[in-house]
């Protein structure tokens, strides 16, 4: 799984940031290895460095899955490291109810349990 960080101008982190979120990335997506090609992480203060507000910071996830279209979710929170737990949350849900819809569709029994016996 390939992990690429965009930062907006005004977010402020530290240098170790980028493999924290990597790390956490693939840590926490790993469910999702086999499906997931490259997963873009995208950081912005909604508001200037200079202001501070409540939720002010947001994390995009865009996952990328192998013959799909992109999943993107959406987190804000006061602080970077917050919004991303956030939208891991989000995209470890979404990305978990997509792929079982996927996988067993309302009533037809999936290919992968079918036996040679009923074809």
């Avoid at 200079?50 to 899955?65: P, Y």
């Amino acid at each position: 799984m390939q992990i690429q960080i965009h930062k907006g101008k005004q977010v402020e982190v530290g240098e170790d940031f980028n493999e924290f979120v990597s790390v956490e990335v693939e840590t926490k997506l790993k469910r999702f290895e086999e499906r997931i090609t490259r997963v873009e992480v995208h950081f912005a203060d909604e508001n200037s460095s200079a202001k501070t507000s409540d939720n002010d910071k947001r994390c995009v996830l865009e996952a990328r899955l192998t013959g799909m279209q992109p999943i993107s979710v959406t987190a804000h929170a006061s602080s970077v490291r917050y919004a991303l737990e956030g939208a891991i949350e989000k995209m470890k849900t979404t990305l978990g109810r997509t792929l079982d819809k996927l996988s067993h569709t309302k009533g037809r029994t999936p290919m992968s349990d079918i036996t040679e016996s009923e074809i």
